[in-house]
């Protein structure tokens, strides 16, 4: 039985990236050029400021994603429209799954897709991935993403059970987010339940 030598291997990851580059370039042109308003007038993806080191946070709402409703190809180009010049640099994001239901859970197809599709930069730069209000289906997902497609972002991924955990790593101005998602946290971790210590960030 034939044998692929090293250096074969490394040709055929060549063109292997090659053609994942190729392919973002192509989404890339479509996502600047096409009509994208469908997506971005849902607003469940966008950036909200700073973290205290100075790198850019995004913001993704679970609950105002409706997959039902929702074109996932186009849902792909308009998160590459959005982040491709962010993660240029490092960057944060910060996922809230608050009062998110089944409608509003990506198929892991999807999420395979995504993640296969986007370039080295976009994993390289991600800094932190924060999932606000967790449920046990974001810590499954979470679980075996990382431990199967991802192991390189696993360390970056944490959950927070409430918001004001994230004030230890941006401030209170930089962290632009619905209304009902603080009514929320209020409901189940009332008021001021957590001190943040940003001496050391």
């Given at each position: 039985m034939a044998t692929s030598s090293p250096k074969h291997n490394q040709m055929e990851g060549l063109k292997g990236g090659l053609h994942l580059f190729k392919g973002y370039e192509r989404l890339l042109r479509r996502a600047r050029s096409e009509d994208l308003s469908e997506v971005s007038g849902i607003g469940c993806l966008y950036q909200s400021g700073v973290d205290r080191l100075g790198r850019p946070v995004?913001?993704?709402?679970?609950?105002?994603?409706?997959?039902?409703d929702i074109d996932?190809?186009?849902?792909?180009?308009?998160?590459?429209?959005?982040?491709?010049?962010?993660?240029?640099?490092?960057?944060?994001?910060?996922?809230?799954?608050t009062l998110a239901s089944s409608g509003n859970h990506p198929p892991f197809s999807w999420l395979k897709e995504v993640y296969t599709v986007l370039p080295y930069k976009y994993k390289k730069n991600l800094k932190a991935f924060y999932i606000v209000h967790p449920t046990f289906?974001?810590?499954?997902?979470?679980?075996?993403?990382?431990?199967?497609?991802a192991p390189a972002?696993?360390?970056?991924v944490h959950s927070l059970p409430g918001v004001e955990y994230l004030y230890s790593v941006m401030a209170r101005d930089q962290l632009d987010v619905p209304a009902f998602v603080t009514e929320y946290d209020m409901t189940i971790n009332g008021l001021h339940y957590f001190q943040p210590d940003t001496n050391n960030t």
């Open positions: 995004v913001i993704f709402i679970g609950k105002w994603f409706p997959i039902s996932l190809d186009k849902a792909l180009l308009y998160l590459i429209k959005l982040l491709d010049p962010i993660v240029r640099g490092d960057y944060v994001i910060a996922y809230f799954h289906w974001t810590k499954m997902m979470t679980w075996w993403f990382t431990t199967f497609m972002i696993k360390a970056k």
